[in-house]
Nanobody
Framework: QVQLVESGGGLVQAGGSLRLSCAVSGLTFSVYSMGWFRQAPGKERDVVACISWRGGTIYYADSVKGRFTISRDNTKNTVDLQMNSLKPEDTAVYYC????????????????WGQGTQVTVSS
């Protein structure tokens, strides 16, 4: 059974930091690209950051470049998202997702999803 479990969300003031983590089980983690997506109320689920299965290719949405950092540990089957200089517009439910042996920033290409973790940034 494939499981992606996000943690680390919460309430933070603007300018603060949070670190999200996604623990993955039930699949061969090292052959999956991983992505973080977010969905604000009334909006579509958008890509935030993606990392290839070996970590050699990384993508960031323009809105988070320079503030967020994605990383993965293939020995621990985890993918993290360090979020700094948070803004109220970063408020959303954040999801991690796994994409088998391909590279894409499109959400419909991802095979497995976590349940999401809420991030709320107050002004």
């Amino acid at each position: 059974q494939v499981q992606l479990v996000e943690s680390g969300g919460g309430l933070v003031q603007a300018g603060g930091s949070l670190r999200l983590s996604c623990a993955v089980s039930g699949l061969t983690f090292s052959v999956y690209s991983m992505g973080w997506f977010r969905q604000a109320p009334g909006k579509e689920r958008d890509v935030v950051a993606c990392i290839s299965w070996r970590g050699g290719t990384i993508y960031y949405a323009d809105s988070v470049k320079g503030r967020f950092t994605i990383s993965r540990d293939n020995t621990k089957n985890t993918v993290d998202l360090q979020m700094n200089s948070l803004k109220p517009e970063d408020t959303a439910v954040y999801y991690c997702a796994a994409d088998h042996m391909s590279w894409s920033t499109a959400r419909d290409k991802y095979d497995f999803w976590g349940q999401g973790t809420q991030v709320t940034v107050s002004s």
